[in-house]
């Protein structure tokens, strides 16, 4: 039964209804009404960005059908279901890819000697071509910067340590994000095609009052703003966790992080906007990902995970970061009382 209602379901999306739709409390459906959207989807003109945003686009429509299905099946209340489906899909897409990525920045770690090596040898060899024949010490940079590229490139693709394979998991994930956010935000009834003549059309009226704590209506926004904070913290922890580990930084990865922790703020008040159900998948997802990078700084899970020990590993994860983040503070504070003193003087 749950099965043929979510195939009219479908049916439904693609078909003409009519302008104003009576739901039954027990059967979840989703109307369509004939809008401006139905209009760009059956004209002949080629589909615009907005077909990126509808329902009907086949990733949305099936995390859609699968959130409904699990709701359906388990008979959980929906601020459940949100929670759940967000730990099951991360531990099953997520984690693997994590897993896979971490082997292989431990593999890049291992052999980073090796690299040194050849970049010193690569150098001594350039200079002293240039030197012979008598070109300036900035054509020998220029050769050696565009030639060590070129080794380091070919090493690891021998090696089978292609750094693009490190791309994976962002490719995937940022997707699964996306795509998940717009089908909670249909089901929340959000999308402007779901609204007629002020009366919110819901796929699945439940989503109203099944939420917990202080947001019973996960289709409106959290007036509190406890979980749009939380979203907030949670990126910028997670930010702030890979930037702690890293030295000698490159002007890029500064601008990068800057821009990721900006991000994070602003996530703050994007959040504070939409329904409570995408707000706490936010905010679910952002804490899974900060304790799955925390979990896989411990060496016994490491181990456990098949991921090689190398030579920068912690053996102290919880007190490195403590004595990390005590450093950056105090280069904070210094930093903050030297620009003070500099404007004094002036």
């Known amino acids: 039964m749950s099965a043929l209602r979510l195939l009219a379901r479908r049916f439904n999306y693609s078909t003409l209804r009519p302008a104003r739709v009576l739901f039954h409390p027990n059967v979840a459906t989703t109307p369509s009404f004939y809008t401006l959207q139905d209009k760009r989807h059956s004209s002949n003109e080629a589909p615009s960005y907005f077909f990126l945003f509808s329902p009907d686009l086949p990733p949305v429509y099936a995390l859609q059908v699968f959130l409904e299905t ?106 699964l994000w996306f795509f998940l956010s717009l089908s909670l935000r249909n089901l929340a009834g959000f999308f402007p095609w779901q609204r007629n003549a002020g009366e919110v059309i819901l796929p699945c009226p439940d989503i109203a009052h099944e939420g917990a704590l202080w947001f019973p209506d996960l289709t409106a926004a959290d007036p509190t703003l406890i979980i749009p904070c939380a979203v907030g913290i949670f990126n910028l922890a997670n930010i702030e966790l890979h930037a702690l580990r890293r030295h000698n930084t490159t002007r890029f990865q500064r601008i990068l992080t800057n821009t990721l922790r900006l991000v994070s703020v602003g996530m703050i008040f994007v959040a504070a906007q939409v329904p409570s159900a995408m707000c706490l998948y936010w905010a679910v997802s952002a804490f899974f990902g900060l304790a799955q990078n925390i979990t896989f700084k411990f060496p016994a899970v490491r181990r456990l995970l098949g991921i090689p020990k190398t030579p920068n590993e912690s053996q102290h994860p919880v007190q490195d970061l403590k004595n990390l983040l005590r450093l950056k503070g105090e280069e904070f504070v210094r930093i903050q009382r030297e620009g003070r003193s500099v404007k004094k003087k002036e």
């Open 70 to 175: 699990v709701h359906t099946w388990t008979h959980l209340p929906w601020w459940a279901v949100i929670v759940g489906s967000t730990v099951a899909l991360r531990s099953i897409v997520t984690v693997p890819l994590a897993i896979y990525q971490n082997k292989l920045l431990a593999e890049i770690e291992m052999r980073q000697p090796t690299i040194s090596m050849m970049t010193e040898a690569l150098k001594h060899r350039v200079v002293g071509e240039c030197r012979r024949s008598n070109q300036p010490p900035e054509e020998a940079e220029r050769q050696y910067l565009r030639k060590n590229r070129k080794m380091i490139s070919e090493y690891y693709k021998s090696e089978g340590l292609s750094p693009l394979r490190l791309s994976i998991l962002p490719w995937t994930q940022l997707p």
